[in-house]
């Protein structure tokens, strides 16, 4: 607290905190003002006690004003469409399908090597599950098979299963139009069997 002002003499002291801040916040007595001013005009510390209490308040003011909402931003002719936007949304979601179960694979029986007869025909598009006869292959080995296109570059690799005296294996991605040749290949990387493919 700062030193009481005699009011009506004029002495120098200093005015006290509830007398500054009241000059602050513009309610003390305009008879009252007048003597305050004039020591400001000559007293710094009061002058920075004026300052603290005015950032104090601006401070309030800035924490308290309200913020309008971020939809106020929009103008007024598009927030009357948003019930049709949110009916159009709802209608989407009533509509959507799922998407459709994986088709199953197309099996496809590979008994015929190159040149001996024509590339079995295969649907573009679709899995396949490739079957491939083994008469005179031993059913404990473990064989591969890569699947090459008509230029000779590997499209897919994989391994194959012993199914009821059948090697098979499934081609995780559908092929495109084209020719295609199936390699099996032995534990040892000796090429076994090629058949031909055509995807139409």
């Not at 913020?67 to 927030?79: D, E, F, L, Q």
């Not at 998407?99 to 396949?128: D, Y």
Request: hydrophobic share 45%; aromatic share 8%; net charge neutral.
């Amino acid at each position: 607290m700062g030193i009481p002002l005699d009011w009506n003499r004029r002495l120098p002291a200093h005015p006290s905190d509830e007398i500054l801040e009241a000059y602050a916040l513009g309610r003390l007595p305009e008879e009252r003002v007048v003597i305050v001013e004039e020591h400001l005009l000559i007293c710094e510390s009061c002058r920075d006690a004026i300052a603290e209490t005015d950032r104090f308040v601006a401070a309030l003011k800035s924490a308290t004003r309200h913020k309008a909402p971020w939809w106020s931003a929009v103008p007024s002719h598009a927030r009357s469409l948003a019930p049709i936007l949110v009916l159009f949304l709802l209608a989407l979601a009533v509509v959507w399908k799922r998407p459709p179960e994986t088709a199953a694979p197309f099996v496809v029986n590979l008994s015929s090597l190159r040149g001996s007869s024509p590339p079995a025909p295969t649907p573009a598009g679709q899995p396949l599950r490739l079957t491939i006869d083994q008469p005179d292959l031993a059913p404990t080995n473990e064989y591969s098979v890569d699947v090459v296109d008509a230029s000779g570059s590997s499209v897919w690799k994989g391994v194959v299963s012993d199914v009821d005296g059948k090697l098979v294996t499934t081609l995780p991605r559908p092929l495109v139009r084209g020719v295609y040749w199936v390699r099996l290949y032995g534990s040892n990387s000796e090429l076994l069997r090629e058949f031909g493919l055509s995807a139409k």
